[in-house]
T-cell receptor
Framework: AQSVTQPDIHITVSEGASLELRCNYS??????LFWYVQSPGQGLQLLLK??????LVQGIKGFEAEFKRSQSSFNLRKPSVHWSDAAEYFC???????????FGTGTRLQVTL | DAGITQSPRHKVTETGTPVTLRCHQT?????MYWYRQDPGHGLRLIHY???????DKGEVSDGYSVSRSKTEDFLLTLESATSSQTSVYFC????????????FGPGTRLTVL
């Protein structure tokens, strides 16, 4: 069965600093991978997705992620964090049929001014 | 934003009472999903639907039932609510192709006393 691991429960960064959120997946076939963001009290918004092709994927709000098959990773990055990026971030893998998603447990990002 | 609404947005109920949550979409998407979100668990799939009257179980389906009599509506029912079902419930929709994005509703916060 597929699984997603987000090793960092909580990360704090200073505004303007770079950010990397880690995601590791376990899936037998070629994975379809996603990053979602959830602001407090809100639903989930898609940041970016990877299906195939270029392993560096650009998303909204200045985020990017790199798919590394050899490391089973899909880490999310941003070169300069803004205070409005404070939220919870979820990595997910699409599990074959019916577009079902398996989510990681999330990483809560705190941004200090 | 995808046209997804959930009702009610907040509900407090007592153990043993039946509860129905509604998800309504205006996108005419074939697939609809119910997830629950709990701290430390991320989002977990409860049930999903791949068409009118076509539903299947997800990872955490015990204690829940669903129905879909119209394309636009997907109902989640807790026949006899328990405190362990206190959670935030999210509905999502998708076209159903592997490359389609899942769009999420705003969520329903359910408290079972």
């Amino acid at each position: 069965a597929q699984s997603v691991t987000q090793p960092d429960i909580h990360i704090t960064v200073s505004e303007g600093a770079s950010l990397e959120l880690r995601c590791n997946y376990s899936y037998g076939a070629t994975p379809y991978l996603f990053w979602y963001v959830q602001s407090p009290g809100q639903g989930l918004q898609l940041l970016l997705k990877y299906f195939s092709g270029d392993t560096l994927v650009q998303g909204i709000k200045g985020f990017e992620a790199e798919f590394k098959r050899s490391q089973s990773s899909f880490n999310l990055r941003k070169p300069s964090v803004h205070w409005s990026d404070a939220a919870e971030y979820f990595c997910a893998v699409e599990a074959g049929t019916a577009s079902k998603l398996t989510f990681g447990t999330g990483t809560r990002l705190q941004v200090t001014l | 934003d995808a046209g997804i609404t959930q009702s009610p947005r907040h509900k407090v109920t007592e153990t043993g009472t039946p509860v129905t949550l509604r998800c309504h979409q205006t996108e005419n998407h074939r697939y609809m999903y119910w997830y629950r979100q709990d701290p430390g668990h991320g989002l977990r799939l409860i049930h999903y639907s791949y068409g009118v009257k076509d539903t299947d179980k997800g990872e955490v389906s015990d204690g829940y039932s669903v129905s879909r009599s119209k394309t636009e509506d997907f109902l989640l029912t807790l026949e006899s609510a328990t405190s362990s079902q206190t959670s935030v419930y999210f509905c999502a929709i998708s076209g159903g192709q592997l490359t389609d994005t899942q769009y999420f509703g705003p969520g329903t916060r359910l408290t079972v006393l």
